[in-house]
């Protein structure tokens, strides 16, 4: 299915969907769901899809404030390119352009897009990318938990725009930050 890129209205994020497994500092996947409505700028037509995409959340032994500032920190040293973000406690940027590489991984180990002739669509691929880590208290108020999701679209750099296709996330740029950010914490 193909989403024109200047049709997306508005997209609906919903954090208190994330959860995580409890116990001690890991990485885990969850599902979450985002909710996307798409439509014409012209004055055409609005049609409502859901997106379900895995949110990585990570348990840390910090409190909420301490584990943002360690996960500012991870976005830097990745030269993840932040944007203003409304959300207390959450980092990222909601329109990255990217290509071939991020964070110092392939995007053929980020995203998915499909395939043309055994070649991931990922490696050639302009891909947009809607990038959140955000904090939240820990369950049972011990610690935080550090949640990471992607959204991502992506289309042929011979194609406009425009024209672009939903990619999944592989859950591979998520964990990496979850686990530089408990690195950071043991040293």
């Known amino acids: 299915m193909r ?3 200047s049709s997306v209205l508005m997209l609906v994020f919903a954090a208190g969907c994330a959860s995580a497994a409890t116990g001690g500092p890991e990485t885990t ?14 004055g055409g037509f609005n049609v409502p899809i859901t997106n379900t995409y895995e949110a990585i959340a990570t348990s840390v032994p910090l409190t909420v404030d301490s584990a943002y500032q360690v996960l500012t920190r991870v976005y830097a040293m990745l030269e993840i390119p932040v944007a203003p973000v409304e959300t207390k406690h959450a980092i990222g940027n909601n329109e ?3 290509r071939r590489r991020i964070a110092g991984l392939p995007m053929q180990k980020v995203v998915d897009c499909g ?6 669509n990922a490696e050639t ?3 947009h990318m809607n990038l959140l880590s955000y904090v939240q208290p820990g369950p049972n108020g011990q610690g935080s938990q550090i949640f990471t999701r992607i959204q991502a679209l992506g289309n042929p750099t011979d194609i406009s725009n425009r024209d672009l296709t939903p990619c999944s996330t592989t859950g591979e740029l998520e964990k990496k930050i979850g686990d530089m950010v ?6």
């Open 3 to 5: 989403v024109p890129r």
């Open 29 to 42: 996947v969850s599902r979450s769901t985002a909710s996307m409505v798409v439509g014409s700028t012209n």
């Open 96 to 98: 990255i352009k990217v």
């Open 115 to 120: 395939d043309k002739m055994g070649l991931p």
């Open 125 to 127: 691929w302009d891909i």
């Open 182 to 187: 408990l690195k950071l914490i043991k040293n």
